[in-house]
């Protein structure tokens, strides 16, 4: 017996994890390492080379589970451990290997800026821009959600993010100046417009692409020291200029108030109607007035004339600055105005004009003197595009009361277009009302949109002082601009 058990010993090594039937578990076993690695011993179990005990080795699944092998009749075994095979006994069969996880199919982000025209901001022109390879070159892009690192536009190149895990991700986009402002940031999934927005589910394989479309500056309105107001939606998107409001401070030192009939939008963010970017007050109303004709109204007011000016002016299409009287002229059919005119202290010159009106030169009043000037138009009046100012000069052009208003059709003040340097930009000052404004001025050609507003309508509180007797009792809120 004891050549046979050093035999085995010499055979299985130091330790081993299974003994045959009748066989004892030397005490050497407790001490090294198994024969077998799944396998263990149990230290310091009192074994002898003559003791056959019951309990003496144990092996260990992969899992942590324990078996305990009892040895001397080779049939008795706890927590499931199988019967020995084969002579003499031996280790278990392994447990079946454990499935491997399959890895997430991984998804793809891409990005591109490029710049498209302030008169079409859509997707469709925005997708033709990046076809045609305008890009905004030092665009970073960049993720809030499960961020892959930014990465910097060269060129009109289209930025790819690979290997993305799918999740939840939000672009953030940032221009290389703040010349540049965001018109729509459109979506596509896989090819196919989604729509407008920053935040997409990217699921595995899914390639998820951004079109960011800017323009240098946008188009822009802005008033000051006087009300606003629009019976429909008041909109004008401040670009980062200082200070960053849509109505500015006056001569009086306070802004105007904002009135609204439906909504308001002061910042082109898609996201964001830039509520705080009113005024410096943040007088903002939402509220809507009866349409009032104005034209009716003061007509009446004045009398209601029969007997027309027209024989005073040869060419009504080419009207000079008349001779300052008490009564207003009273013209039918279209008036325009021909010249440069200066009103001066004293003077007092309002049109009533039953058709329409263009003005085709500056109209200004002397400075702080008792002038003044007023148009109530029964149709709609247009500003020639050559009157006008540079981008940075906030010199008025047009100055006075001017009034389009129509019972049966809408009276609109149309600003005119921005065609040269020198008269790109309109500036108004006095008090402006009509059913309808067109605004037509783009400083994008002179590079100016992101320093200046296109339109700048100044309030002018002396007219209150120097209008006639009978214009005296309209309220204050004829400072309304509605862009």
């Known amino acids: 017996m004891k050549i046979i058990l050093v035999t085995l010993i010499a055979i299985l090594g130091a330790c081993f994890v299974w003994v045959p039937q009748a ?4 005490s050497s076993q407790y001490s090294t390492t198994c024969s077998y690695t799944n396998y263990t011993c149990v230290p310091g179990y009192p074994c002898t080379s003559t003791t056959v005990v019951t309990t003496c080795c144990y092996w260990l699944w992969p899992d942590g ?3 305990t092998v009892c040895d001397n009749l080779g049939t008795c075994y706890t927590g499931g451990c199988p019967a020995p095979t084969g002579a003499g006994g031996g280790p278990p069969p392994p447990p079946p290997p454990t499935a491997t996880p399959t890895p997430a199919i991984p998804a793809t982000l891409e990005a591109v800026a490029v710049q498209v025209t302030p008169s079409d901001t859509s997707c469709t022109a925005i997708h033709n821009a990046y076809l045609a390879g305008t890009g905004v070159s030092g665009t970073i892009f960049g993720f809030t959600v499960n961020p892959p690192a930014p990465q910097t536009q060269s060129g009109a190149t289209l930025l790819t993010f690979s290997n993305v895990t799918p999740g939840s991700y939000t672009l953030t986009a940032t221009a290389p100046s703040a010349n540049w402002v965001v018109s729509s940031p459109c979506e596509y999934k896989n090819g196919t417009l989604v729509g407008l927005g920053y935040s997409a589910v990217a699921n595995g394989g899914d390639t998820i692409k951004w079109e960011i479309g800017y323009t240098k500056g946008t188009a822009w309105v802005q008033t000051q020291g006087g009300d606003a107001y629009a019976s429909g939606t008041l909109r004008s998107y401040i670009p980062a200029v ?7 401070v006056g001569a009086s030192g306070y802004p105007g108030v904002a009135t609204y009939g439906t909504s308001y939008d002061f910042d082109s963010d898609p996201f964001s109607n830039g509520g705080t970017l009113v005024s410096s007050k943040n007088w903002l109303a939402n509220a809507t007035r009866p349409t009032v004709n104005y034209y009716d109204l003061f007509y009446h007011r004045f009398s209601a004339p029969t007997a027309t000016d027209n024989a005073l002016f040869p060419n009504l299409l080419g009207v ?4 300052s009287r008490a009564t207003p002229y009273y013209i039918t059919g279209d008036m325009t105005t021909s010249g440069d005119w200066s009103v001066g202290a004293g003077e007092n010159i309002v049109f009533l004009v039953n058709g329409n009106l263009t003005i085709g030169g500056k109209i200004n009043i002397v400075p702080n003197s008792t002038g003044f000037v007023a148009f109530i138009v029964n149709g709609n009046i247009t500003v020639d595009p050559t009157v006008g100012t540079t981008a940075a000069s906030t010199a008025p052009v047009v100055e006075g009361v ?12 149309n600003t005119g277009t921005s065609t040269t340097a020198a008269a790109a930009r309109f500036v108004g000052k006095g008090m402006f009302i009509a059913d309808n404004f067109t605004l037509s001025r783009d400083l994008d050609t002179f590079g100016g949109n992101a ?3 296109a339109e700048l309508f100044e309030y002018n509180p002396q007219l209150l002082l120097t209008m006639p007797e009978t214009m005296q009792e309209l309220p204050i809120t004829w400072s309304e601009v509605a862009p």
Do not use: E
Request: positive net charge; aromatic residues 10%.
């Open 23 to 26: 066989s004892a578990c030397l």
């Open 65 to 67: 589970t324990r078996c």
């Open 242 to 248: 200082s200070p960053r409001v849509f109505n500015d």
């Open 320 to 323: 000079t600055k008349p001779a």
């Open 402 to 413: 001017y009034i389009a208003s129509n019972a049966t059709t809408t009276g609109t003040f």
């Open 451 to 453: 320093g200046s507003s």
